[in-house]
DNA sequence: GGGTAATTGCAAATGGTTTGCAATTAGATG
DNA sequence: CATCTAATTGCAAACCATTTGCAATTACCC
């Protein structure tokens, strides 16, 4: 994957900087989704000397270019996750806003891992579609 | 509905307000759902005096008391959707934004309805579950 | 290694949301 | 209906995540 994203990039004429190789390597080394904030924390414990403004940038070119996903928890305040191959959904705590990453896709199946593997109390859910509405297709 | 907010309001302490009033009715008279700033206009329509910060305010009390539900849609502003007693989701224009309510809940129902009824065409969707994890709970 | 366009860091701006405070008001009480 | 008081409001300022302008630095094609 970490190459796969570093050829998409190459490729777009994007030029593969250390930031660039850090925040990467950051988020890929995370198991859960990460605010830009704590990005820059993990990426400057590897080199102090990088700017937060370096890491939304990055963030704007990852997600314009689909190799990372912008995920809201409503406390203003975004998250985001480099792309996997496996689409997959999340169960977020209300208190401490972590993401929980759960594997696979139908409802059902969803419902019934919460409840046994990842020991998650639902006390509801949203499902948002996303595309285009028939004025802007 | 409109009684029944009013009457959840007064029950727990709060005055009804003619800004909480014209707040309520323009909630209750949309068919999408409005960010604060687009409410905070549909209310001077009625009266000119009222004030953005009575708006936060209120949507402030109306979440906090599950009256009001904060959907992002991923451009730093959130809106906000009046309680129904009728459980829904969205179809969310990467464009324009708008949203479009869709009726009931099972997945596989919805996409046929999307496709069918709303003429929205879906590129992808997002599904996240809310409650309490393990440490929280 | 030199040339050039892309990238970076810094500081300042932006914009949605929140907060402090004095003035106003809903609604309970008599 | 007039009085009283805690809740609510409007205003201005603060907050804070994110964005932008610009001069200095860097990746990478030759
Ligand atoms: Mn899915
Ligand atoms: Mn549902
Ligand atoms: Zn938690
Ligand atoms: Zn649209």
Do not use: W
């Not at 305040?77 to 696979?104: D, P, Q, S």
């Amino acid at each position: 994957m970490q190459k796969f994203i570093k050829n998409q990039l190459k490729q777009k004429g994007f030029k593969m900087t250390n930031q660039r190789k850090m925040i990467l390597q950051v988020l890929e080394n995370t198991d859960t989704c990460l605010s830009a904030e704590e990005i820059f924390m993990l990426v400057k414990d590897i080199n102090p000397s990088v700017c937060l403004t370096t890491i939304y940038r990055t963030i704007e070119i990852l997600i314009k270019n689909n190799l990372l996903t912008k995920i809201d928890v409503g406390d203003n305040r975004y998250r985001y996750e480099i792309r996997t191959n496996k689409h997959h959904h999340h169960a977020v705590c209300l208190k401490c806003k972590k993401m929980i990453c759960l594997e696979g896709c139908p409802m059902d199946y969803f419902e019934k891992q919460i409840k046994d593997k990842v020991n998650f109390t639902i006390t509801g859910h949203r499902l948002e579609f996303y595309g285009y509405c028939l004025e802007c297709k």
